[in-house]
């Protein structure tokens, strides 16, 4: 339910500032003195189009915030969860900010969203029935979301499966029809896989091969050198002209530590040789453990320079790196299963785009049986409302367009549109071709007083629905909002005093002109405000004792 709403720099209102109750709430006034600017208003809070149109001449920006009361709804509740909204004292404040640079800022409970959000969440908090929701009658594909929204409960877990079966089913007939009209290019994309996955498995690459390789060859290519250098090394170590090395520096060393103990300088320089002496003779025994190992093999060279370029010419064609080749591999790999699981059996492919189609036809069958009994259902009712809105003679319909085999949609087999027969005699036909704008006014408050009963949505708007009807129909449709305002808030504009008089609450909107500027001014109407608003209603600028007396006998009546 909208608690409160705040407007400031929209359209020709500067400030506006309002509270609601629950139940019905009319609004009415002379033509462009703003009302439907407030009911654009909330519109916008509801995840609206917004516009730097909206935006007051003179204003940077427009401002919104919106206080609704959040409805006893578990879906809503996880839906707001899911967005991280939090929601535990049962109010949702909504604030939207549009720029004349283009901004657009919205926040709910203080977290900032955007705009499809918003209207996620606007779509179920205020249902905005207008003119333009009239047009909907006028569209017959959009009939058939009107029949499903009605059988909503019955009809939701099986169209759930259905789409999940008729996406299913759209992958098989879409991998068939590639697969058939391009059967050279998938011959063709098959056999280079083929030959890339085989170029690449019998290569067997390891990812550090690379680089280990090119180390080993880098020592064969340089064997004369790293076999002369090791020589000269030990040749040095073991022996020469002069002697060891190692020996010399024993010598040196044992001479040192003779003299270590008359001075600390002494006993410095003799650990520092006894260090040096100990670590070369670790370099020596290495030096000759790597002389032992060394060995020249031309053929090993061979398979490496080989193996070198093996892989050389892999990554030249799939990838920079051994990792990238393999990468790639894997990718290809799993496409080439792919398209040999299908081309293994063209057949059995087209076997499971049929066992699909089955599937999918025995769902849409279910689909449709449960539409027809709740059209069967709707029809009623919808008869049931029209005769209280004074077209008791009119025949409404659900029709089924005949299909001689299944045509398969996101949203079943079944092409829906409403027909009506307005008086006896006249030929029964297409809703938008037959029933003039008052008629199309009074299905469409039919059938929004039947969907009331369960669509869940706090705050109904009704802006200017009553158009083209009067005398006995009008008051008709008064009691119809009236009896949609006993399960929800209900917002109405109206120029009609029938429908103004059954309402809890009246405010009054008019404009005025201060310093050049228009400006919207709403009150809220007290008994005797009412009455006077009631008469200038009935019979215009003139308010006459006679008019009076008319509206305080239609509040008395609506009271009653």
């Known amino acids: 339910m909208l608690q409160e709403l705040t407007i400031d720099n929209l359209a020709i209102i500067k400030h ?18 703003g009302k439907s600017i407030i009911i654009d208003a909330v519109g916008l809070l509801a995840g609206g189009r917004g516009s730097q149109e909206y935006i007051r001449r003179g204003a940077d920006k427009l401002s919104l915030q919106g206080q609704f009361a959040l409805p006893q709804d578990p879906e809503f509740n996880e839906l707001l969860d899911s967005l991280g909204i939090d929601h535990e004292d049962g109010i949702l404040i909504i604030s939207r900010e549009i720029y004349r640079r283009g901004r657009n800022v919205i926040r709910v409970n203080g977290q900032l969203i955007n705009t499809a959000t918003l209207r996620q969440i606007g779509s179920r908090l205020v249902d905005i029935q207008g003119q333009n929701e009239h047009q909907l009658l006028l569209q017959p594909e959009m009939h058939l979301g009107m029949l499903d929204q009605f059988a909503h409960n019955d009809i939701q877990e099986l169209l759930d499966r259905y789409r999940v079966e008729y996406q299913d089913y759209m992958k098989l007939k879409a991998a068939v029809s590639k697969k058939q009209n391009n059967e050279q290019q998938w011959a063709q994309r098959l056999d280079m896989l083929r030959y890339q996955v085989k170029e690449i498995s019998e290569a067997n690459l390891k990812v550090d091969e690379e680089e280990q390789l090119t180390s080993e060859r880098d020592r064969l290519e340089h064997f004369q050198q790293i076999n ?37 300088a002494y006993d410095s320089l003799s650990k520092s040789l006894n260090d040096a002496y100990y670590a070369l003779q670790d370099v020596a025994t290495e030096a000759s453990h790597q002389l032992d190992l060394l060995e020249f093999d031309d053929n090993r060279l061979e398979e490496i320079d080989q193996r070198l370029t093996t892989i ?91 299909q001689s085999r299944p045509h398969f949609t996101p949203t079943g087999i079944d092409e829906v549109e409403f027909y009506i027969q307005t008086n006896p005699g006249e030929t029964m036909g297409p809703l938008a071709r037959i029933a003039s704008g008052g008629e199309l006014s009074r299905v469409m408050l039919a059938l929004k007083t039947i969907f009331a009963q369960n669509e869940g949505v706090t705050s109904i708007i009704f ?33 009609l005093p029938q429908v103004a008089a059954v309402a809890q609450h009246h405010f009054l909107i008019q404009k005025h002109v201060k310093d050049e500027r228009t400006t919207t001014m709403v ?34 009546m609506a009271q009653e």
Do not use: P
């Not at 499971?352 to 059209?375: F, H, P, V, W, Y």
């Not at 608003?533 to 009935?538: C, S, T, W």
């Open 312 to 402: 050389g010419d892999l990554e030249h064609k799939y990838g920079d790196s051994v990792k990238d080749v393999l990468d790639y591999y894997a990718k290809i790999k799993q496409e080439l299963d792919s398209m040999e699981e299908a081309a293994d059996s063209n057949s059995d492919l087209e076997e499971r785009l049929s066992t699909a189609e089955e599937k999918l036809t025995k769902t849409g069958q279910q689909l449709s049986q449960i539409r027809q009994q709740a059209a069967h259902q709707l029809t009623k009712l919808v008869h049931q409302q029209l005769k209280e809105l004074y077209m008791d003679k009119a025949v409404f319909e659900v029709h089924f367009a005949k």
């Open 16 to 33: 506006l500032s309002l509270d609601f109750s629950d139940h019905m709430t009319v609004l009415t006034g002379e033509t462009g003195a």
């Open 463 to 495: 802006d200017e629905v009553d158009t083209g009807v009067s005398g006995r129909v009008a008051q008709s449709i008064a009691d119809k909002i009236k009896v949609i305002a006993d399960k929800s808030q209900v917002l109405c504009i109206t120029h």
């Open 523 to 556: 009150t809220i109407l007290d008994e005797t405000q009412r009455v006077n608003e009631l008469a200038r209603m009935l019979s215009g600028e003139k308010v006459t004792k006679l008019t009076k007396e008319h509206a305080q006998e239609l509040l008395k």
């Open 228 to 264: 002369n250098s090791l020589q000269q090394a030990m040749t040095v170590f073991n022996g020469s002209d002069q002697g060891a090395v190692l020996d010399q520096i024993a010598t040196v060393m044992n001479s040192i530590n003779e003299i270590a103990e008359f001075d600390d």
